[in-house]
């Protein structure tokens, strides 16, 4: 099925871990919430690597992040994901990324491969997304 929403970062509370500055480069681990809104309902604990590139005016986000929530309405589900990657440009501040969730932990067997596209900044100064892709539920 396809699907389709928006979210949220919520960047203003991330918990830094730690950071590892060069003159041209840092890189940053933390942890971050997401909220999902749409046909995705429910939240996203990101465990992220951050890799700032200060010469070339990029950024770019991998690691770990497990979705719990619901899909189009289903039961509620937990899928982990460890191949999304998301690109900023810092100068501009663009925003695109891939997310698959495809490692089921919990909730009915589905799948989903989504692409997101950053919007703006909510009044919190969060970065906001919107996203659209596919779930495949096991079975269908």
Do not use: W
Not at 93 to 120: D, M
């Amino acid at each position: 099925m396809k699907v389709a929403g928006s979210g949220f970062d919520d960047l203003k509370n991330a918990i830094v871990h730690s950071q590892k500055p060069t003159p041209t480069v840092m890189i940053q681990q933390s942890t971050e919430i997401v909220e999902l809104y749409g046909d995705l309902r429910g939240r996203v604990l990101y465990h992220v690597t951050s890799v700032f590139d200060f010469v070339n005016g990029t950024l770019v986000n991998t690691g770990d992040q497990v979705y719990s929530g619901t899909i189009a309405g289903s039961a509620p589900v937990m899928i982990h994901d460890d191949g999304f990657r998301f690109d900023v440009n810092l100068v501009t501040g663009e925003e695109a990324g891939r997310v698959f969730l495809f490692n089921h932990i919990a909730g009915p067997k589905v799948r989903c491969a989504l692409e997101i596209v950053g919007t703006v900044l909510n009044a919190e100064g969060n970065p906001t997304f919107d996203y659209s892709g596919k779930c495949t539920f096991r079975g269908q």
